[in-house]
């Protein structure tokens, strides 16, 4: 599976920016996808996550409420829609995901090393 992230960029506090994963090569048609970020000098986060119908969804405890994620199936893509932008929002953005998934619990799928596929990452800047 191969993942492509778009949508990152410069933006200023307040803004609101929708990130999309577009994955191609997928083999099964249940999968989960989530979105993690790195900030200058941190380690790689969980941020949030969902199955490809949106059945479950996970969010980090201290992101919730800005971050919502989305499938466009047609488009297989997943989107990360990020409002009120803060400068501590400024990281790289990737998306990751794991195939033949039909549930998931939510201690997995905040852990980096239980997914198979990830993407390059997109930066997201945000000035003050």
């Known amino acids: 599976v191969y993942l492509v992230e778009s949508g990152g960029g410069l933006v200023q506090a307040g803004d609101s920016l929708r990130l999309s994963c577009e994955a191609s090569g997928r083999t099964s048609s249940s999968y989960f996808t989530g979105w993690f970020r790195q900030g200058p000098g941190e380690e790689r986060e969980f941020v949030v996550g969902t199955t490809w119908n949106g059945g479950i969804t996970y969010s980090a405890d201290h992101l919730k409420g800005r971050f919502t994620i989305s499938n466009e199936n047609a488009k297989n893509t997943v989107i990360l829609q990020i409002d009120n932008l803060t400068p501590e929002d400024t990281a790289v953005y990737y998306c990751?995901?794991?195939?033949?998934?039909?549930?998931?619990?939510?201690?997995?799928?905040?852990?980096?090393?239980?997914?198979?596929?990830w993407g390059q990452g997109t930066q997201v800047t945000v000035s003050s």
């Open positions: 990751a995901t794991k195939e033949g998934v039909l549930v998931v619990a939510e201690v997995l799928a905040q852990r980096e090393s239980w997914y198979d596929f």
